[in-house]
């Protein structure tokens, strides 16, 4: 099954539950590490949720990337999960091109977990 059919009953709906892997956990921290002088649980899952709730999504052949101007998020989709592989910081040049293609992410509802 291809990413985009496992991504098709998730764009339908307006919940969403994420796993947000260990790796993503410390890919934000090293960026992050500046603004908070300790980046606890309750942060972290904050920042990954407002980019889930207000970013914008396009999905390719390998992930599906979620995007606001300062973050993207690589995810996949697993049992009906979405999972947060890692986190990057949003370039410039990629955001103008990202920004053409993708569409408002349509999840009003967000479950956080860990994985």
């Not at 590490?33 to 999504?57: F, H, M, P």
């Not at 410039?92 to 956080?112: C, G, N, Q």
Request: charged residues 35%; glycine residues 2%; hydrophobic residues 40%.
């Amino acid at each position: 099954m291809s990413l985009k059919e496992l991504f098709e009953p998730l764009k339908t709906s307006d919940f969403v539950t994420v796993h947000i892997t260990s790796h993503a956990i410390v890919r934000l921290k090293e960026r992050k590490v500046k603004d908070y002088e300790k980046l606890n649980q309750k942060i972290t899952e904050g920042i990954i949720l407002n980019v889930i709730r207000n970013g914008k999504y396009w999905v390719g052949s390998r992930d599906i990337k979620i995007a606001t101007k300062k973050y993207t998020l690589a995810c996949t989709v697993q049992e009906r999960k979405l999972v947060v592989k890692t986190v990057m910081q949003t370039r410039k040049d990629f955001w103008e091109k990202f920004v053409r293609k993708a569409k408002p992410t349509p999840w009003k509802r967000i479950l956080i977990a860990r994985s």
